[in-house]
């Protein structure tokens, strides 16, 4: 019977170990990238506006990575395994330079896949609602302010069944009349929120503003 040398056996199983470690490096240095940039509907970056990233796991969504606030570029990235992730943009009024920029504002992506590389961008597709507010002998009223608030899901739904999310309110002195009355709203389009169909009446989705 022929019979094997004990230092064969160890090279042989530090072989299969350096073999395992190496496979496992190679791993996490092919690991893919998401990555994306937070815009206006201009394409003009947010800076200053969060991002995160949640990974869903039986029907959970877990959150993964860091959460990135976003510099002069809009850009964000990380590296994650691939699988099916919820992506959630956000920020407020005191982290942005924005005019009439909401007191706060988020925007969640349905589940989507990643395989390999994927891009992901955030469009914040705001419409500026503008006006003047004035007395009974038409004078600027100066240091209003006003409120309002809207949210919805969808319509965007992934193949795990996570909804798109929007919301938005101005609240806490983010929108003010200015020494000429003036003031300045950015606000998600209506038409956005009647798509969706989660409200049964479209009329739902109209904002009702709060002058105070």
Known sequence: MSKTPIKAIQFSLYSVFLSFVLTCFSAVVQAATLSGKVTDKSGVPIEGANAMIFQVVNNNLIHVGAIIKVDASGEYTWTVDDGDYVLRTYFNAQEVSLEGAPNSVLIQTEDFPVTGNTVRDTIFDFFLLSGKVVDSNALPVT??????????????QGARGKLSQYS???????????????????????????????????DDCLYDITFR
């Open 143 to 156: 240091n209003v302010t006003l409120e309002t608030s809207k949210n919805w899901s969808g319509p965007e």
């Open 168 to 202: 938005i309110s101005h609240l806490n002195q983010s929108s003010v009349t200015d020494v000429d009355g003036r003031y300045n709203l950015l606000m998600f389009s209506t038409d956005a929120c009647i798509a969706s169909g989660f409200y049964p009446n479209s």
